[in-house]
């Protein structure tokens, strides 16, 4: 068999089985009611996953002599894929706004702590704090990559390219079960959303960077949360 072609069966079963099997074991150990859990070796764990994939399947391009813009990564970025960047700067004013601007009920902060407490990867401590954007931008850079790039090039000859882009929804959505059902789900509809966009402009660049803001707006908007004080809280309109 060819090297990269042993890769490639590799990364597929990573995917579909070794992943969602790890995340699913994951979910169960952190969601354990009473249990206080660090989060530093687990982001050391998908820091090192995520270096490990990605050289995987790049190597698995260059031993191949694939294209690399069947990968997503094309190089000059064409027209679709400058147009992604667009959304990119939309996005990074909505999260600026967000984190900046935006006034929070003390009803609303509390709900808001309670939707990414059900994440069960945004940090809480000083040490998870300083870790979380290289753990967002490995993680970003290997997810796209793995869901976006490999798998659509991977299923889009069986599947068609609409085929595929549902299929690798599906795995991503898989690779979040350690946030539960809902989290699949929610998580699923948006690799849907990222496959739309690839499928539409054949690059990643741009999905890699609105992977890494959500991301890091994530880790910024838990610690706002964390260290939410008098600022933060508006007087509702009125009572409900």
Do not use: K
């Amino acid at each position: 068999m060819n090297p990269s072609s042993a890769v490639d069966l590799f990364l597929l079963l990573l995917a579909v089985l070794v992943i969602p099997g790890l995340s699913y074991s994951t979910g169960r150990a952190y969601g354990r009611s009473g249990v206080e859990r660090s989060l530093v070796g687990r982001y050391w764990f998908i820091i090192g996953r995520g270096i490990v994939i990605s050289l995987l399947i790049v190597g698995a391009w260059r031993w191949d002599n694939r294209p690399y813009a069947a990968l997503g990564l094309d190089f000059p970025i064409g027209f679709r894929g400058c147009l992604g960047f667009v959304f990119d700067a939309v996005l990074c004013c909505c999260y600026a706004y967000a984190l900046l601007l935006r006034r929070l009920s003390a009803e609303r902060m509390a709900v808001a702590r309670q939707r990414l407490g059900a994440y069960r990867i945004l940090p809480q401590t000083e040490t998870e704090f300083a870790l979380f954007p290289l753990v967002g931008i490995v993680g970003s850079i290997f997810e796209e990559l793995l869901y976006r790039g490999f798998l659509i090039w991977f299923f889009a000859p069986f599947a068609g390219i609409w085929g595929a882009a549902i299929l690798s929804a599906g795995f991503f959505g898989l690779g979040h079960t350690y946030q539960g059902l809902f989290g699949v789900m929610r998580t699923g509809v948006i690799g849907f959303a990222f496959a739309i966009g690839y499928v539409l402009t054949h690059s990643l660049w741009w999905l890699i960077l609105a992977h890494i803001m959500i991301s890091i707006f994530g880790g910024l908007y838990a610690r706002r949360l964390r260290d939410g004080s008098a600022r933060d809280i508006s007087v509702p309109l009125a009572p409900r």
